[in-house]
């Protein structure tokens, strides 16, 4: 045995003890230490990947408020009254085109109700007229010279476009200095260029709005292309060398960490303004939130522990306990001290409990195999004497019997003559041991042999009446099957008082059954049993009959008694063996003409 086998402990207690601790307690530390290693890995990632999806979402909002003033552009450009109204303003009344122009602006701005800033619009026609959807802070003049300086501008341009992000705020009542503004020449492939239009949007009122909705946006700020602040969410230390850093970044959007400031800084470029949204979290922050889960999740495998040995400690006493007390039982019983049992607690587990019901039963099995082994050993010796007292020649017996007959018959004593004849039929019959199974015809045939004795016997107080259908009478019963029923019929079940009593034998089929009835009219089966037992080996026929039928048919065959105050009735269920021979000659047989063997 190798050394380190000793330094194991022997006992089952001790030993589940230490395969909770190395087999599950050490894997599961190692295992909640790496996990907890990988969980701040992701943790971090998630809260990178969380400041770039709300990055995302500020980027969507600014490009989606840009979209909204191309639409309106288009939307302009296809309205035809508009376009012939700015074409040629002349024609039309100033206020009444003023007041065309601005109801078109108004339902742009009502198509746009969803939208979470509002679109101010600036038209200046061909003639230098100024249109506005909005109260201007000062008086509109004519803008002619503005017109031609943009025509300029534009057409020089990459774009029939430009945004301004610093546009000047004339709108009265606006909060901030400055706009964002999208300028166009609106021109038609038939008219020409028919006028300037600048749609603008507050560009603080839209960032106030963003912080509104994302609370979780913290240090935002918004940069151009050079590093300057557009907008920021709070005075928050921007150093330069941060905001050149992004500004010169090769990549339109990405994440770093900044040392200096302690924080992770997240941004985004947006083309066509020139514009950089930028992130910032402090890393004391998410520090602080690693410390408080790392905390949390040491106390966690702490109790866990604790736990864990005193549940192991709980178990092993359970399940050893009961395997003590399971151990000294079997020790008695090895001492053939057969009277122990195992006394199982209320509150055994259920292996615990199976294991103590199974020792209870396997010390009544063997008890009961004891029992039934004397038993079965008294029995062989009351066998082994009957069979010593049998061992006469049967032989003998009926030479003997066919003697009388021929006696009596010289004498003319027929009433013996005939009883030796049923006699020897019925001891004949008795002799074929290896054939179990008669035709019900024969069987019919040695149960009115039985009765013909009976008769003389009982001077004629009964009648036996047969009624067998035609179609059974090659069916196979069980040899003497129904002499028995006769027999308890005739000995139990008639009373002399009563005069001549009926038997009646009738055999008939139902569906793939044969049913064998015997009925009598006497006292009943409850009036019988009062009787006094007046030989031994009472009952033993009908035992002896459902054995066979046990034996020879297991569940198919069966037995039943139906009694009453006038009678009873049995009834015997076996399966449809028909077995018809290939000749009937010879069926009268020889009935008188037995004859003994050697």
């Not at 514009?275 to 495998?301: C, D, G, H, K, T």
């Amino acid at each position: 045995m190798p050394i380190w086998r000793h330094l194991l402990p022997n006992t089952l207690k001790y030993r589940l003890f230490m395969a909770y601790i190395t087999l599950l307690m050490i894997p599961l530390c190692v295992a909640i230490f790496y996990l907890f290693q990988h969980f701040e890995s992701i943790r971090q990632k998630d809260m990178m990947d969380r400041m770039s999806e709300r990055m995302q979402q500020v980027h969507v909002s600014l490009t989606d408020m840009m979209a909204f003033a191309y639409k309106a552009n288009t939307m302009l450009s296809q309205d035809e009254s508009l376009i012939q109204i700015m074409d040629d303003p002349d024609k039309y009344d100033p206020l009444e085109r003023k007041k065309v122009i601005e109801s078109k602006m108004f339902g742009i701005n009502n198509s746009f109700f969803f939208h979470q800033t509002e679109l101010y619009f600036r038209f200046i026609d061909r003639k230098g007229n100024v249109y506005t959807s909005y109260s201007p802070n000062g008086q509109l003049t004519n803008q002619l010279n503005e017109l031609q300086d943009w025509q300029h501008k534009l057409q020089g341009g990459a774009h029939p476009y430009r945004w301004m992000a610093d546009d000047w705020n004339d709108v009265n009542g606006s909060q901030g200095s400055k706009l964002l503004s999208f300028y166009t020449i609106l021109d038609d492939q038939l008219r020409g260029n028919y006028g300037l239009a600048r749609i603008s949007i507050n560009i603080q009122e839209w960032f106030r709005g963003t912080l509104k909705d994302s609370p979780a946006t913290k240090d935002l700020v918004i940069l151009t292309g050079q590093g300057e602040i557009v907008l920021q969410s709070k005075e928050t230390a921007f150093s330069n060398d941060m905001r050149q850093r992004i500004v010169s970044a090769p990549a339109k959007e990405g994440h770093f960490k900044d040392e200096s400031a302690l924080s992770l800084v997240n941004y985004s470029y947006l083309e066509d303004l020139d514009w950089y949204v930028v992130s910032q979290m402090p890393l004391n922050e998410l520090q602080q939130e690693i410390q408080r889960l790392r905390s949390m999740a040491f106390l966690f495998l702490t109790i866990l522990i604790i736990a864990f040995v005193l549940v192991t400690i709980f178990l092993s006493a359970r399940m050893t306990e009961p395997l003590y007390a399971l151990g000294r039982s079997m020790e008695e019983a090895s001492d053939k001290k057969l009277n122990v049992k195992l006394t199982i607690g209320k509150g055994a587990t259920n292996e615990v409990r199976s294991l103590g019901e199974s020792f209870n039963r396997m010390i009544d099995d063997v008890v009961a195999l004891i029992n039934k082994l004397k038993l079965e050993e008294r029995q062989k010796q009351a066998v082994r004497f009957q069979m010593l007292l049998s061992q006469m020649n049967p032989h003998f017996l009926l030479n003997t019997l066919n003697t009388v007959k021929w006696m009596a018959r010289k004498e003319k004593q027929e009433a013996i003559v005939s009883i030796c004849t049923s006699l020897g039929r019925m001891l004949e019959a008795s002799l074929g041991s290896d054939i179990e199974l008669l035709p019900l015809k024969e069987e019919i045939q040695l149960l009115r042999s039985y009765g013909s004795i009976q008769a003389f016997r009982f001077r004629d107080q009964f009648a036996i009446h047969y009624d067998m259908d035609e179609s059974v009478q090659y069916a196979l019963v069980p040899k003497f099957s129904l002499q028995p029923l006769v027999e308890n019929a005739i000995v139990h079940g008639f009373d002399a008082a009563k005069g001549c009593c009926t038997i009646k034998v009738r055999a008939k089929v139902e569906g793939s059954e044969l049913v064998l009835e015997v009925e009598d009219n006497g006292i009943g089966m409850e009036a019988a049993a009062k009787r006094p037992v007046r030989r031994s080996g009472h009952g033993i026929g009908l035992s002896n009959l459902k054995e066979r039928l046990q034996l020879l048919f297991k569940q198919e065959g069966s037995v039943a008694f139906v009694t009453s105050g006038e009678g009873t009735l049995v009834k015997v269920k076996l399966p449809l063996l028909i077995a018809t021979p290939y000749s009937q000659e010879g069926d009268d047989g020889h009935v008188d003409g037995f004859a003994g063997g050697r």
